[in-house]
């Protein structure tokens, strides 16, 4: 059964950093494209990054370019968001899913839109 679950939420002062982790089990890694979306209280779901299964090659959303990058460990079937100079408005539920965005698990670039697994979520604040 294919399963997410994400860890590493909490809470954390702007300017510092956190990495979120996405534990997958059920299927490889290298057989789907997996992503990271975060939503806040009021506002839509919002794609952030996406790493590709077959190569690990990656796409980060503009809004977190140059502060956020997506990784993965295959060994341990694990996705991780290393999330550096957060801002309050990086306050959200960040979600990690996994699909076949284009029929394989490349991140192309509408990834966002063919997510078919989820995890339930870790909750991010930003706050001093």
């Known amino acids: 059964q294919v399963q997410l679950v994400e860890s590493g939420g909490g809470l954390v002062q702007p300017g510092g950093s956190l990495r979120l982790s996405c534990a997958a089990s059920?299927?490889?890694?290298?057989?789907?494209?997996i992503g990271w979306f975060r939503q806040a209280p009021g506002k839509e779901r919002e794609g952030l990054s996406c790493?590709?299964?077959?190569?690990?090659?990656?796409r980060h959303a503009d809004s977190v370019k140059g502060r956020f990058t997506i990784s993965r460990d295959n060994a341990k079937n694990t996705v991780y968001l290393q999330m550096n100079s957060l801002k309050p408005e990086d306050t959200a539920v960040y979600y990690c899913?996994?699909?076949?965005?284009?029929?394989?698990?490349?991140?192309?670039?509408?990834?966002?839109?063919?997510?078919?697994?989820w995890g339930k979520g870790t909750l991010v604040t930003v706050s001093s």
């Open positions: 790493i590709s299964g077959s190569d690990g090659r990656t």
């Open positions: 899913a996994a699909g076949r965005p284009y029929s394989s698990s490349w991140c192309g670039p509408i990834w966002y839109d063919g997510m078919d697994y």
């Open positions: 059920g299927f490889s890694l290298e057989h789907y494209a």
